[in-house]
């Protein structure tokens, strides 16, 4: 599975970006998809997980309320639309996916394939 991310840039505190995750190469009935992220000297952290077999979302605490997370099955593409983003949101974001379910959505070192980043700067 090859996973491209999109949307990355720089904004204001308080705007938006929505960020997109194409998906191609082999399918599998479910998936376990997220958006982690990774500032600088920090550990990469989960932003928001989607489990593609019941629609299930799943948040970090600190977006709640201002991310979604998404999917389009058609396209086969998740979305991470970010609303009054605060320059702690500062990070390289990632997408990715692993076949089954959300059991562990949170931990990284459990998913195997990933996108190659898209920055996302808020000043």
């Known amino acids: 599975v090859q996973l491209v991310e999109s949307g990355g840039g720089s904004v204001q505190a308080g705007g938006s970006l929505t960020l997109s995750c194409t998906a191609s190469?082999?399918?599998?009935?479910?998936?376990?998809m997220a958006w982690f992220r990774q500032a600088p000297g920090k550990e990469r952290e989960l932003v928001a997980a989607y489990y593609t077999g019941s629609g299930t979302t799943n948040y970090a605490d600190s977006v709640k309320g201002r991310f979604t997370i998404s999917k389009d099955n058609a396209e086969n593409s998740l979305f991470l639309q970010m609303n009054s983003l605060k320059p702690e949101d500062t990070a390289m974001y990632y997408c990715?996916?692993?076949?089954?379910?959300?059991?562990?959505?949170?931990?990284?070192?459990?998913?195997?394939?990933w996108g190659q980043g898209t920055q996302v700067t808020v000043s």
């Open positions: 990715a996916a692993r076949s089954g379910g959300c059991a562990s959505y949170a931990l990284a070192a459990d998913y195997y394939y």
């Open positions: 190469g082999p399918t599998y009935r479910t998936y376990c």
